[in-house]
């Protein structure tokens, strides 16, 4: 009777670790594109410089891709231009189609001509077309490749399959690398990225004009370099609450343009994946100004406790800044709390503040998702966390319930 409990008991442990185990290594499982063209050495100027460029993390992160490589004959080509390294780096970024391509698919496109989105064209820095390769099945068997801003002619042909997980990733050489004299142009390194020009090409223009006309700007522009979020909300919603903007303080029209930034760079994956208080460019040693970051598994929404406004595009998401349009603007509480709950008796303030204060709550940010492009943080990294937390938290059940089980076998003793 004991021995079949000890050796239930024993079996409980054995299981719980070995479901452990499973989920570590099971979640462990993202491509690895360093790792993937290690084993081709003619691809070792190509992989460096997706690794010096910091896109390599960019291109782990994605999912259903297609990266175009090219050989090392192909990237002297490319440095012979002497290209800063943002302008290298948009280039290698226009070989990253934003879709699965293997050879199969690349022979069979509907039509014989396919636009594909690329990563150039995810980095809101290209402009029209400039960010789509045109691909096109030719005659005898060819597949040729060309930036949609090339003005017609193939740049580039297929050459062979260096790697296929569909449909998570393939990786393809191309003859040459793809020209694209808009990518080529001297672009700005990351941390010259102009923020307000960025949010008026893209929705965000009154909130970028009240912002450029606001000390608040210069708090966004030292945040730039060291990581940075924001939420800017539409011209529609912006247009609208203008009138109220214009009746606060000199000090409030501050703070609520600075409510408008979180100080770390967090991905859209990243907020998805973390609820909870998030510290912004407003935020002081009181601990004031802080908003918190709700999501239900696919939309991301910003509740302040005024008002609670969703993201509804993805103006650039690219280390270290992401820009995410809302469709309100966000209403810190400290600014319209009183206007909007009308004849506060006096006793009520007071006492929402008072436990507030004692308890001394942590208003940290929520943990950021490491996305600095050094330890190669993702998404899934973010999930293989949590899931690893909740292993631990299910095995610490386990054990529980492995002392429990003994405990009865020696009352039975
Ligand atoms: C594709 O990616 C997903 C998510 O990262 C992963 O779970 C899956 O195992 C990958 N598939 C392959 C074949 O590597
Ligand atoms: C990817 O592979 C390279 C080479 O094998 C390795 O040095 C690097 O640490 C790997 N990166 C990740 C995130 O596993
Ligand atoms: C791609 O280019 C070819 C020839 O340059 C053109 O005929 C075709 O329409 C283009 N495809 C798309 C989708 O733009
Ligand atoms: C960004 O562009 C705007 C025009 O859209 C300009 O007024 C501003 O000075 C620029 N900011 C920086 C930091 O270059
Ligand atoms: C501006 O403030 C005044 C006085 O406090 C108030 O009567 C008015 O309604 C406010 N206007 C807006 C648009 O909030």
């Given at each position: 009777m004991q021995l079949r409990q000890t050796a239930a008991a024993a079996a409980a442990v054995v299981l719980s670790l070995s479901f452990l185990l499973l989920l570590l290594t099971s979640t462990a499982k993202a491509h690895n594109i360093t790792h993937i063209l290690?084993?081709?050495?003619?691809f070792s100027t190509f992989s460096h410089y997706l690794t010096v460029t910091q896109l390599a993390p960019e291109i782990n992160r994605r999912e259903t891709i297609t990266v175009c490589a090219v050989d090392n004959a192909g990237m002297s080509d490319l440095l012979a231009?002497?290209?800063?390294i943002g302008g290298i780096r948009n280039v290698l970024s226009?070989?990253?189609?934003l879709d699965y391509f293997d050879a199969k698919k690349l022979h069979q496109i509907t039509d014989g001509t396919a636009l594909a989105a690329t990563m150039y064209q995810a980095t809101g820095e290209?402009?029209?077309?400039?960010g789509f390769v045109n691909i096109t099945d030719l005659k005898g068997g060819k597949v040729g490749f060309s930036p949609q801003?090339?003005?017609?002619?193939?740049s580039a042909t297929f050459v062979k399959t260096?790697?296929?997980?569909?449909?998570?990733i393939s990786v393809i050489q191309i003859s040459s690398i793809l020209p694209s004299p808009e990518a080529e142009a001297p672009a700005p390194g990351p941390s010259q990225t102009n923020i307000t020009a960025l949010m008026s090409a893209h929705g965000c223009k009154v909130f970028a004009e009240t912002l450029l006309a606001n000390p608040a700007e210069q708090t966004f522009e030292t945040n730039v370099e060291s990581g940075l979020t924001i939420f800017c909300p539409g011209d529609d919603a912006m247009k609208g609450f203008l009138p109220k903007f214009k009746n606060l303080t000199a000090d409030g029209k501050q703070s609520l343009l600075e409510f408008?930034?979180?100080?770390i760079y967090q991905t859209l994956q990243g907020l998805k994946s973390s609820n909870g208080l998030a510290n912004t460019l407003a935020t002081d040693g009181a601990r004031r100004y802080d908003f918190t970051v709700q999501n239900d598994g696919t939309e991301v929404t910003i509740v302040t406790g005024v008002a609670t406004a969703k993201?509804?595009?993805?103006l650039v998401e690219e280390t270290p800044v992401a820009i995410y349009q809302v469709n309100k603007v966000l209403m810190p509480k400290e600014l319209f709390k009183a206007a909007l709950t009308?004849?506060?008796?006096?006793?009520p303030a007071p006492e929402a503040d008072a436990p507030k204060s004692s308890k001394?709550?942590?208003?940290?940010?929520?943990?950021?998702?490491?996305?600095?492009?050094a330890d190669s943080p993702d998404a899934d990294a973010d999930v293989a966390d949590q899931t690893a937390n909740g292993a631990v938290r299910f095995n610490a059940g386990g054990f529980g319930a492995v002392i429990l089980c003994m405990w009865f076998a020696f009352l039975q003793l």
């Open positions: 290690e084993k081709n050495p003619e231009k002497h290209l800063s226009l070989h990253v189609l290209a402009t029209g077309s400039a801003d090339s003005g017609g002619g193939v260096v790697e296929a997980i569909p449909y998570n408008h930034g979180m100080p993201i509804t595009n993805t009308p004849t506060p008796a006096p006793a001394k709550k942590k208003h940290k940010s929520p943990p950021a998702p490491s996305d600095s492009p």
